[in-house]
């Protein structure tokens, strides 16, 4: 049985949650929350028994295998050392904190030293398999990732602001950002989880291409991978819809983690 820990109980923690206390993932038990605003799921999982606390180490002494983070950078840059210096194996959704090469380089020391496992979901991407095939031998090319996402979706980055930007009124697509994903997911913090995925995947952040594009006339949020090796090429284009409950994240985000939680557990897994 594995006991899951969660940080963050939003659309993607609130999620994986009501599918354990729903019994929709066999093998999995809630073993606590930490969140520092109460809400519909951590009600419903107090009720259960389920400890819903405020502190990193609150949480660390419910002993939990697994901890899941879904509450966003800043969440993964305060928890996820102590998380994994405890011994806990991590599922990190907000993986474009990552970025910070600081960062990930403490945090995989830390794992290696600890003798634990820092999972990535394949989110609302996909394709990170194929990713990891054709960088296997060094093979891998290029990588380029394109999202398209509505001007709302995009207001008040960082970068848009740091730059003057302005997506609102706009009547056609313009690409508001082409460059690496170290600066995507940096300057993108709400918007580029996908492309951190894909760069541990393939080619690293700062060789991973990333173009972010505000569309006033999709209906949803579009992801257009584009990969280059001596496999050959592949190409994978997302249309994602929201999740019923909060717009800003994708519903496949949510089903990524619960695929991920599956896949720890099983005794066939795919790797």
């Not at 929350?33 to 606390?53: K, M």
């Not at 996820?80 to 600081?102: E, K, N, Y």
Request: with cysteine; glycine share 10%.
């Amino acid at each position: 049985m594995l006991k899951l820990g969660i940080i963050g109980c939003g659309a993607i923690g609130g999620a994986v949650a009501a599918a354990i206390l729903n019994e929709e993932l066999p093998g999995v038990r809630l073993g606590g929350i930490l969140d520092i605003a109460a809400n519909d799921v951590t009600a419903r999982a107090q009720r259960a028994g389920v400890p819903v606390v405020q502190q990193t180490e609150d949480l660390l002494a419910l002993e939990p295998n697994l901890i899941l983070e879904a509450a966003g950078h800043q969440a993964l840059i305060a928890h996820g050392r102590a998380v994994v210096a405890a011994g806990i194996d991590l599922l990190p959704m907000s993986v474009g904190a990552l970025a910070d090469s600081d960062l990930r380089t403490e945090l995989f020391a830390l794992a290696d030293q600890s003798d634990t496992t820092i999972y990535i979901s394949s989110g609302a991407l996909g394709c990170l398999d194929v990713l990891r095939a054709s960088q296997a031998l060094g093979g891998l090319v290029e990588v380029v990732l394109t999202s398209t996402k509505r001007p709302a979706a995009l207001s008040g980055q960082p970068y848009l602001v740091k730059h003057g930007i302005d997506v609102d009124g706009i009547e056609a697509p313009l690409t508001v950002f082409d460059g690496s994903a170290t600066e995507a997911c940096l300057t993108f913090p709400k918007s580029t989880n996908i492309a951190a995925s894909a760069s541990l995947a393939g080619l690293g952040f700062e060789q991973t291409r990333v173009r972010v594009v505000a569309d006033p006339n999709i209906p949803r949020t579009i992801h257009t991978l584009l990969i280059k090796g001596d496999f050959g090429e592949a190409q994978l284009t997302l249309r994602n819809l929201p999740h019923p409950d909060n717009p800003s994240t994708t519903y496949l985000a949510c089903l990524g983690a619960i695929a991920a939680l599956n896949n720890v557990r099983a005794s066939l897994r795919f790797v």
